[in-house]
């Protein structure tokens, strides 16, 4: 059983600013992420183009229980709030 957990992105892009997010997944889908290609578009405004590789030291895992997880996943579904970096991953890496 592959069990999903709470985890924040945080990534840091220079002087346009940073993305953040609050997201709930399998550590294997976190592990496979990690080293492939994000493109977030022009999230921080015009022009813009925010993209690059995911580092593992941009995800961190959030221990909560698994009743607080299934209530938040209920809720609101695999991405609380901000960006969730899983669904921003470009296909050319697979």
């Given amino acids: 059983m592959n069990e999903k957990h709470l985890y924040s992105f945080e990534c840091d892009c220079g002087r346009m600013g940073a993305l953040y997010g609050l997201f709930i997944a399998t550590e294997s889908e976190v592990t496979d992420a990690v080293g492939k290609n994000a493109y977030f578009g022009e999230v921080l405004g015009k022009h813009s183009e925010v993209y690059g590789t995911i580092e593992?030291?941009?995800?961190?895992?959030?221990?909560?229980?698994?009743?607080?997880?299934?209530?938040?996943?209920?809720?609101?579904?695999?991405t609380l709030s901000g960006y969730n970096p899983l669904e921003y991953l470009s296909g050319e890496d697979e």
């Avoid at 593992?56 to 695999?78: A, H, N, Q, R």
């Fill in 56 to 78: 593992e030291s941009y995800i961190t895992k959030i221990e909560v229980s698994p009743l607080t997880l299934k209530e938040l996943e209920d809720k609101f579904g695999d």
